[in-house]
């Protein structure tokens, strides 16, 4: 399915929610998008009120997978309920490993009464950590001030010098054939980056190659990436 910069709209899931009371179909139960997005954009909050209308007239939830919630947070310039509860999130998966904790994950129900299975959850699909409190001492010291987004701003600060950085390479003519493929709206950096340069690049740096387009590599930057880290790419992408 072809989305808008990676993003679901309604009139999107209109066209997989469909067939309820029909036994010969699944029954579409939720509507789950990744905040960041897939591509490192980011759902507004008037657009993750319009998916959660969607969801609950038509008697869905609306999943949120957060692990780069704060990134997307940091770039909105809002409050991390501004994108969840405020806005109709039914649940969210809130995430702490990509913003610099050990292993931190949470599931958190936003709405009460709408996932009332999520207890047994833990001894079905995994198991219940014996030291949840070390976990949850993480998530305490991330969430309860301004950490998460001290981290996530640093990471998207990272991501938009990079994407500085490949456009003036664009510009000089000094990278043929280098694009940027998506807007940069967080800590990740979508790049086309033809094979002989990645080559390259890829002999110091670790990215990925994404299958949304041809030659798509997808450039990460985190909670600690130095300038550093960032100009030797750049300058390495130059040749």
């Given at each position: ?15 997989e ?21 897939e ?30 919630l ?29 913003n610099?904790?050990?292993g ?5 129900v ?34 309860e ?17 990079l994407?500085t ?51 798509v ?11 550093e880290d960032?100009?030797g ?7």
């Amino acid at each position: 399915m072809q989305t808008p910069n990676g993003k679901l709209t309604p009139e999107l899931v209109a066209r997989e929610a469909w067939g309820w009371g029909s036994e010969h179909r699944a029954q579409p139960l939720a509507v789950s998008i990744s905040q960041v997005t897939e591509v490192g954009t980011c759902y507004t909050p008037d657009e993750i009120r319009a998916l959660a209308d969607y969801a609950h007239e038509h008697g869905m939830l609306l999943h949120v997978d957060g692990s780069r919630l704060g990134n997307a947070a940091a770039y909105l310039g809002c409050s991390l309920a501004d994108i969840t509860s405020n806005v109709g999130v039914d649940l969210l998966s809130l995430g702490g490993t990509k913003n610099g904790l050990m292993g931190a994950e949470a599931v958190v129900v936003l709405r009460p009464g709408s996932a009332p299975g999520i207890p047994f959850l833990r001894k079905i699909n995994l198991q219940l950590s014996s030291k949840m409190r070390f976990i949850s001492a993480q998530l305490i010291a991330l969430y309860e001030g301004e950490l998460w987004r001290k981290s996530a701003l640093h990471a998207n600060t990272m991501a938009a010098r990079l994407a500085t950085g490949i456009e003036a390479l664009i510009a000089s003519g000094a990278a043929d054939g280098v694009r940027i493929a998506y807007p940069v709206e967080s800590n990740a950096v979508f790049a086309v980056i033809p094979p002989k340069i990645a080559e390259r690049a890829r002999a110091q740096y670790a990215f990925a190659d994404w299958p949304s387009g041809e030659h798509v590599r997808r450039l990460m930057c985190a909670f600690d990436t130095t300038p550093e880290d960032v100009d030797g790419l750049i300058a390495t992408l130059a040749g």
